[in-house]
């Protein structure tokens, strides 16, 4: 089965600082695909970047980028220069493959940037 | 602006009054998606549809219609609503069925079943 974990339930960073967000998973298939979505106070489900499996390079989108290591399964997100408006939750997922196309999420972290 | 909309965003309605939240989406994708989203239950698919007329039952159908008879269109029917049925729903679509690219959200509909 897969699976995704998030095992942050919270964090907070100060304004302009770095953070890191972890998220391990589990899957059976050798190509993929991995997404973060940001859920801002408006509940909107928002994507901030995904990353093929078949892809050595680490996806970047601006201030945010992954550190991919598909050996370990593990896919953590680094926001870089922190925002007042990163305040969100964030959910890791990964598509199923054979359950209707279904998203697979994480629990979600629960992002605070502070002033 | 490439989007997927929702209609309406709130609603509060009674026990048994039919009701229906319309989804649509300018990107022509073929797969469209409902989701539900509860505290400590997360995002929980109710249906799902690969093309026109083709749909398919997610992990919690019961309660729940839909139907496609457009690309764009994916209306999700609660013919009898419960108060179980309160939650956040989401509509997303993506390019191909299975989802393997990116699955993209509508604004989400907040439903009060009383």
């Known amino acids: 089965a897969q699976t995704v974990t998030q095992s942050q339930p919270e964090m907070s960073v100060q304004e302009a600082e770095t953070v890191t967000l972890s998220c391990t998973y ?82 979600g972290t ?3 940037v502070k002033p | 602006e490439a989007q997927v909309t929702q209609n309406p965003r709130y609603l509060i309605t009674v026990t048994g009054k039919k009701l229906t939240v319309t989804c649509s989406q300018n990107m022509n994708h073929e797969y469209m998606s ?30 729940y219609k839909v139907s496609r008879k457009e690309k764009r269109n994916f209306p999700l029917i609660l013919e009898s609503p419960s108060p179980n049925q309160t939650s956040l729903y989401f509509c997303a ?16 509909t907040r439903l009060l079943v009383l």
Do not use: H
């Open chain 1, 26 to 107: 589990d899957t059976s298939e050798s190509n993929y695909y991995l997404f973060w979505y940001k859920q801002p106070p408006s509940r909107q489900m928002i994507l901030v970047i995904r990353q093929e499996a078949y892809k050595q390079q680490n996806a970047t989108e601006n201030r945010f980028s992954v550190n991919f290591q598909k050996a370990a399964k593990s896919f953590s997100l680094k926001i870089s220069d922190s925002q007042l408006g990163d305040t969100a939750m964030y959910f890791c997922a990964l598509p199923s493959y054979n359950q209707g196309g279904k998203l697979i999420f994480g629990q």
């Open chain 2, 93 to 108: 679509s993506s390019d191909f069925p299975g989802s393997q690219e990116t699955q993209y959200f509508g604004p989400g």
């Open chain 1, 110 to 112: 629960e992002l605070s």
């Open chain 2, 34 to 63: 409902w989701y539900r989203q509860d505290p400590g239950l997360g995002l929980r698919q109710i249906y799902y549809s690969m093309n026109v007329e083709v749909t398919d039952k997610g992990d919690v159908p019961e309660g």
